[in-house]
């Protein structure tokens, strides 16, 4: 069975189409559940199929489209992060114990995106406890890249980009603490929105078996991914807004337009490099491509600032925060077996995975410093923004690596152009928008010589997040974005 003319389509085509009536949802949802059947044996991206409940959805649609009803998102097939509760479907993350788990209701995001009228196929595979730039566990197995089988999709929300590269609906929605949006949108060459720091409520989005309450999660965001940057801004759009069990939280933001329209409005500062992780030739050559183009385009690109903060000093800091929050729910034997290490380690050690051990270990005290540390950051950044209207950094220092399930991440390598770097200190790259709490685009640029896809990220000002949309729109339009795998490209 060949793919048919929808199979690749953006959401925003799908759209206009369903609404022209030379499609309908029940189609579209057919061609996505076609394409699962037919390739996911190989890809093993959709762990949980709930496809007689999505048909039953888009016949809903089909309904709603006939009676002229309008909804942002009415008909579309999407998949959704497995780590998302959707009532009567498990809910894992990937944690063998919680295999049994089935959610009561849906979770705040899945409402709003079916209210806003999106059909939902399938949940996608994630890694154990949503803690890898690989997609695999003890329950569901794992999710292959559908650019290269035998190589990572990223992670953790890997089973969403492989889903949006294979073709199985135009949108998914992830999460992202540690690039767990932007790494696997880079490493399947989608697209993917990091919003801005609580700018998206994530009730529901929880670990099981805790109760599913209003949380801010600290560092952590849940958003859209999808193949075309401008489906990226409608979906968002539908999740996006606080809880309203928060009371303290109890408005509607309005988020600012984009600074610019036109690439020749806009002034970027392009980043290609950095102390503690360098990204390879590959991934800087697209950069130096990149800023080429857009400065062909009009684009004011600046190479370097003094305004720019010490990304080493940034990403230390990012490694004790980020760790401090993660380790809260460590067993009390691991917990206290990293406090040991952490006490027993030098004070002059300033290796990332030191910082690491240092961040489990962090005292209500030291993390107030820390939270001091991240406020002069953040202010840092707003007097970057003054002059700049967007960063453009790599995502990850390598295109996608080969499968690696060894235990301890701490012991793992990643080679960069022939040099060994510590797996987890990867994070440098993610880090740089997460801990400021900035929105960051990841967008597609390209593919390598061995022809795994290559892309950048592009963080914005804060609550600012329709600028680096915007901006990844325009570069989708001057130059070009997602291109299917040739594997699965039928």
Excluded at 37 to 63: M, S, T
Excluded at 239 to 248: H, I, Y
Excluded at 337 to 365: F, K, V, W, Y
Excluded at 390 to 419: F, L, N, W
Aim: glycine share 8%.
């Amino acid at each position: 069975m060949a793919k048919s003319q929808w199979s690749f389509k953006t959401a925003v085509e799908v759209s206009a189409a369903l609404a022209a009536r030379k499609v309908s949802a029940v189609e579209l949802a057919q061609d996505v559940i076609d394409r699962i059947e037919r390739h996911d044996d190989k890809i093993n991206a959709i762990c949980v199929r709930d496809f007689e409940r999505g048909l039953a959805a888009a016949r809903a649609a089909d309904a709603e489209l006939a009676r002229g009803v309008k909804k942002p998102l009415l008909g579309i097939p999407m998949t959704v992060k497995e780590s998302y509760n959707i009532a009567g479907l498990p809910t894992t993350w990937g944690i063998p114990a919680q295999k049994d788990f089935i959610a009561k209701d849906d979770a705040l995001p899945i409402t709003r995106v079916k209210d806003a009228g999106a059909v939902i196929l399938g949940k996608t595979n994630v890694p154990l406890g949503l803690g890898d730039w690989q997609s695999y566990n003890e329950i569901y197995g794992t999710t292959n890249n559908p650019f290269d089988l035998g190589r990572t999709p990223g992670g953790s929300s890997g089973g969403s980009s492989a889903a949006l590269a294979a073709g199985y609906g135009p949108l998914s929605i992830g999460s992202d603490i540690g690039g767990s949006l932007r790494v696997p949108a880079f490493h399947c060459g989608v697209y993917a929105h990091k919003p801005t720091f609580d700018l998206v409520a994530m009730r529901g989005h929880t670990p099981p078996p805790l109760p599913p309450l209003p949380s801010n999660r600290d560092l952590s965001v849940i958003g859209p991914m999808a193949r075309g940057a401008a489906d990226l801004t409608l979906l968002l759009d539908a999740m996006a807004g606080p809880d309203p069990l928060d009371a303290g939280k109890a408005y509607r933001l309005e988020l600012p337009v984009a600074r610019h329209t036109e690439l020749k409005n806009f002034h970027v500062l392009l980043i290609d490099t950095d102390p503690v992780m360098p990204p390879n030739t590959v991934v800087r050559g697209s950069l130096d491509k990149l800023a080429a183009g857009l400065a062909k385009a009009g684009v004011k690109v600046d190479r370097s600032s003094p305004l720019l903060p010490d990304f080493a000093a940034s990403t230390r800091l990012y490694m004790r925060m980020l760790m401090s929050f993660l380790a809260a729910s460590f067993a009390p034997e691991v917990y206290a077996g990293a406090q040991a290490a952490a006490t027993a380690l030098p004070p002059d050690d300033m290796s990332l995975g030191a910082e690491r051990l240092r961040g489990i270990a962090l005292s209500h005290r030291d993390w107030l410093m820390a939270d001091g540390g991240r406020l002069r950051l953040r202010a840092q950044w707003r007097e970057l923004f003054r002059s700049y209207d967007a960063v453009i950094c790599p995502i990850m220092p390598t295109q996608a690596y080969p499968h690696d399930h060894s235990d301890d991440q701490e012991k793992r390598r990643i080679s960069i152009d022939g040099k060994d770097y510590v797996y987890p200190d990867q994070l440098a790259w993610p880090g740089i928008a997460t801990l400021p709490g900035l929105p960051s685009t990841a967008i597609p640029t390209g593919f390598a010589p061995d022809g795994l896809p290559v892309g950048v990220q592009i963080v914005g000002p804060w609550l600012e997040d329709r600028t680096p949309l915007k901006l990844a729109e325009l570069i989708e339009r001057e130059f070009g974005g997602f291109v299917p795998p040739k594997m699965f490209d039928d």
